[in-house]
């Protein structure tokens, strides 16, 4: 059973660009999450989306956006890139709420 | 939101020797899980542990949801027990809060 794919796995980005990772989840998962990792903050949510909807949206700007396809694939996008955006984005799919979550390896993002 | 403090945020061991990691939360969870974070980024499933005591070869956790922690236990520690650990609950706002995570570093 293939895990949670994403990519790229690595990203090197200038301020003002934008960026998109996907997320491939775990087959028959419906439950597609993201989250970010850095040194000072650890690891935060971002939103949480099932079956096409956002259900659940953490304390990021505007900048930050996703969506999920019909096939419970998910894009996060990052517009107008800024320094403190450079960090490790997490992408978890579970079946659903209150099950497991599974995490894919990561895209390493890096603002220059 | 709910908090999650782990502790202790550091810890060195010997080879072989056994560890104890614990996880404190806020509030009452529908989800518990402990994940290891491999050197290369990825949140590798330990337990799913809600409430109740799992075991999986040398590692094993318990949650005692009612007094609102859980403990996650290394025997006979490896060199490659080393890295990060991190507990995460889900409260009733769906979504996975994170602990900042202890780091064991194992000595051969």
């Known amino acids: 059973k293939a895990g949670v794919t994403q990519t790229p796995r690595y990203l090197i980005k200038t301020r003002g660009q934008q960026v998109t990772l996907s997320c491939s989840p775990i087959s028959g998962h419906r439950s597609v999450s993201w989250y970010q990792q850095t040194p000072g903050q650890g690891l935060q949510f971002l939103f949480e989306y099932f079956s096409e909807t956002q259900r659940n949206k953490g304390n990021f700007p505007g900048r930050f956006s996703g969506r999920q396809f019909s096939n419970s694939r998910s894009e996060m996008n990052v517009s107008t890139l800024e320094l403190g955006d450079s960090a490790l984005y997490l992408c978890?799919?579970?079946?659903?709420?209150?099950?497991?979550?599974?995490f894919g390896q990561g895209t390493r993002l890096t603002v220059v | 939101g709910i908090q999650v403090e782990q502790s202790p945020p550091d810890l060195i061991l010997q080879e072989g020797a056994n560890s104890t990691l614990r996880c404190n939360f806020s509030d009452s969870v529908n989800n518990l899980q402990w994940f290891h974070q491999n050197p290369w980024g990825q949140l590798i499933n330990l337990f799913y542990i809600p409430s109740g005591t799992k075991q999986n070869g040398r590692l094993s956790a318990t949650t005692v949801a009612t007094e609102r922690y859980s403990l996650l236990y290394i025997s006979s520690s490896q060199t490659t027990d080393s890295g990060v650990y991190f507990c995460?609950?889900?409260?009733?706002?769906?979504?996975?809060?994170f602990g900042a995570g202890t780091t064991v570093t194992v000595r051969a």
């Open positions: 995460a609950v889900d409260s009733r706002d769906y979504k996975l809060s």
């Open positions: 978890a799919s579970s079946y659903d709420r209150n099950t497991e979550a599974f």
